[in-house]
């Protein structure tokens, strides 16, 4: 045991010298970034990088894992010269990457990716594109470094291991309890720890300034991740059956009203805004959506005093995807996820940009685990002033098994909101209606199913909104509040509408608040809306540019085109005012259409087949 510690230790001091050192000149080698960024920061990025760099040394582990096995069963020392070997190209690929790294930086701003992994398939391109100095500079640091950390890692490793038995089998029963324990610990250490949810760049996200972000965040774990979030799609657009110009030009059409005009609801253009975004909150269960009228009766009493969108549809069916339709407005990808690649993300536009720009305190709370698909690292990069999640209520709330309670959420935000300076943009993501739905108190209502469970949290999580409105509704800053309410996405019902259908992506939208002209509350508004069309619709209320979102919809405009997008795994989905209907790609055919007109079948095919094609470029180019 004492052999494996020192073995094991000598490489994982290798390890972590090797990423430090690159995060330090990472660091160097982008100076002119830092300034302004004060000393504490700075230093706060090392131990930040510690996860993923600890994760990154469990990976590396795994083979000198098994080499050292095998070496307490044979008489023949060969540890030391095959954990050498392997580590010198181990070395060799880290610090290749890292300096890669530096260049890549600097001409994208981001971190070594899956985007930049393609361009080697004409490594021609890359050697002209890169100047003889980098090109020089790269080869000869590469060499210095991996030569130095090669003999550290000769000098520091024990020479031999021997054989601690000279019984066969007390020597196989060491081995595999080593083996056990240790793969035990490397796993462990590859996800983070033993939570609920593995780790990702959110570990290492942790202030507005990206270059310190980006810093903590380990390279060769990031392009490890990239390569992989990447390989289902690859880089070619798998969406791509129209010709280019056709379909950018369809979805131009598509998002441009024949008459540039808006209807104004607000009686200032400067209120409070405050987001709910309600977990998985269902359409079919909301009475204000024509759904259960029984189980949300305070929402349904709201949306009779605002502004409802009683068909309104969530692009995607998971919460990062819902996250990047509400605060950037960019649709939901068919096999990944834009939110859980920063390189993607950075190049989306963010409402809370527009915000910040006109002098919002902007603030996010959710009683859960914000690293869950990489919304922290979003949320980080988008410059919340706060950013509230579970770990910093830890020792405040109760909990449930994924985090606190909306009751005690909506105590936190009762207690933190009037601290705000104003106007504020804050955001509430709710967490009460996600499974497994272990809600302090059940009204125990039965439908007959085993989506019971989940109707119960709906009551509850709309009982805790009734309680935090009746308890603020006569504030100052509720007065002055503008609230949107939106799902992130929609959630199978006790009705078990079939998966493609557009009933399983139904939403609640809702405006509400007394900032709300009189003559506007109680609207009901029976068009078909996106999830997407938010950031548009809000930000043209109040008067701030919003060009830059591109797949959203001024839906206050009466002009507007009437249609929603969702996506699923084999193709997506379609909905207008008339019709709707889903569309395997891999199959070719559709899953499910209520569309009897063969003219009117093909125009909105040909649209979303636009619409796919054209977003899911966007998303290659990012």
């Known amino acids: 045991m004492k052999n494996s510690i020192k073995y094991f230790g000598s490489l994982i001091i290798v390890l972590l010298s090797i990423f430090y050192l690159q995060q330090i000149i990472f660091l160097l080698y982008n100076f002119r970034q830092l300034k302004g960024i004060s000393i504490y920061l700075i230093i706060q990025s090392f131990p930040r990088a510690f996860k993923l760099n600890w994760a990154m040394v469990s990976y590396s582990l795994l083979v000198p894992l098994l080499l050292f096995v095998v070496q307490l069963n044979i008489k023949k020392s060969f540890l030391k010269t095959f954990t050498l070997v392997f580590f010198i190209l181990l070395i060799l690929v880290y610090f290749s990457l890292s300096t890669a790294e530096l260049a890549l930086y600097q001409e994208w701003g981001c971190k070594l990716n899956f985007k930049a992994f393609t361009y080697l398939a004409n490594p021609s391109e890359v050697i002209k594109s890169a100047s003889s100095i980098f090109a020089i500079f790269f080869f000869i640091v590469v060499l210095i470094k991996t030569t130095f950390f090669g003999w550290f890692t000769y000098k520091i490793i024990p020479n031999n291991i021997k054989k601690p038995f000279n019984s066969i089998v007390k020597n196989l029963v060491l081995s ?4 056990f324990t240790g793969a035990v610990f490397l796993v462990v250490g590859l996800r983070g720890g033993v939570q609920q949810i593995p780790i990702n760049q959110s570990s290492s996200f942790y202030c507005k300034h990206n270059v310190l972000n980006l810093a903590a965040t380990n390279t060769p774990w990031n392009a490890i991740h990239s390569i992989l979030q990447n390989k289902k799609v690859s880089s070619r657009n798998i969406y791509a059956v129209l010709n280019s110009e056709e379909a950018i030009s369809r979805v131009n059409k598509l998002h441009t009203p024949v008459k540039d005009t808006c209807i104004y609801f607000l009686k200032n253009t400067r209120p409070n805004v405050m987001f709910i975004i309600m977990e998985g909150w269902a359409g079919d269960v909301v009475g204000a959506c024509n759904g259960d009228s029984t189980i949300t009766p305070f929402f349904n009493s709201l949306a009779n005093k605002g502004i409802n969108f009683e068909r309104c549809y969530a692009s995607g069916n998971r919460s990062d995807q819902g996250m990047a339709a509400i605060f950037s407005a960019f649709p939901a990808q068919s096999l990944t996820s834009i939110i859980e690649q920063p390189d993607k993300f950075s190049k989306l536009p963010s409402i809370t940009s527009n915000f910040k720009s006109n002098h919002y305190y902007c603030s996010y709370y959710f009683g859960g685990q914000l690293s869950y698909a990489n919304i922290e690292s979003y949320m980080v990069y ?6 509230v999640d579970v770990k910093d209520l830890e020792d405040v709330f109760p909990q449930g098994r994924l985090g606190v309670h ?7 935000l009762e207690k933190d909101i009037p601290k705000q300076p104003q106007p504020f943009f804050t955001s509430f993501f709710t967490g009460s209606t996600h499974a497994p739905y ?11 199913s085993e989506m019971d469970a989940y109707s119960n949290s709906m009551i509850y999580a709309d009982s805790c909104l009734k309680v935090f409105f009746q308890r603020n509704q006569k504030k100052e800053w509720f007065k002055k509040t503008l609230f949107v309410f939106v799902a992130d996405h929609s959630h199978m019902t006790h009705r078990w509408y079939d998966y493609h259908d557009a009933l399983n992506r139904h939403i609640p939208f809702l405006f509400y608040g007394d900032v709300i002209k009189e003559e506007y509350r109680g609207t009901n508004i ?5 999830q997407t069309d938010l950031a548009a619709s809000l930000l043209a209320q109040l008067k701030m540019p919003h060009n830059e979102f591109t797949w959203s919809k001024n839906i206050m405009n009466p002009y507007y085109s009437n249609f929603a997008f969702y996506s699923f795994p084999s193709g997506g989905g379609w909905v207008t005012d008339r019709n709707f209907f889903s569309y395997n790609y891999s199959a070719n055919k559709y899953e499910l259409s209520n569309i009897n007109d063969s003219i009117l079948e093909r125009e909105d095919l040909l649209n979303m087949k636009a619409y796919m094609q054209v977003m899911f470029q966007q998303y290659l180019d990012y």
């Open 406 to 412: 909306d009751e005690y959420m909506y105590k936190l």
């Open 438 to 448: 272990d809600i302090p108190r059940s009204p125990g209502r039965k439908w007959g």
């Open 382 to 387: 988008n410059q919340m002033d706060t950013l």
């Open 176 to 179: 595999l309890l080593i083996l």
């Open 526 to 530: 029976k068009k078909v809306v996106s």
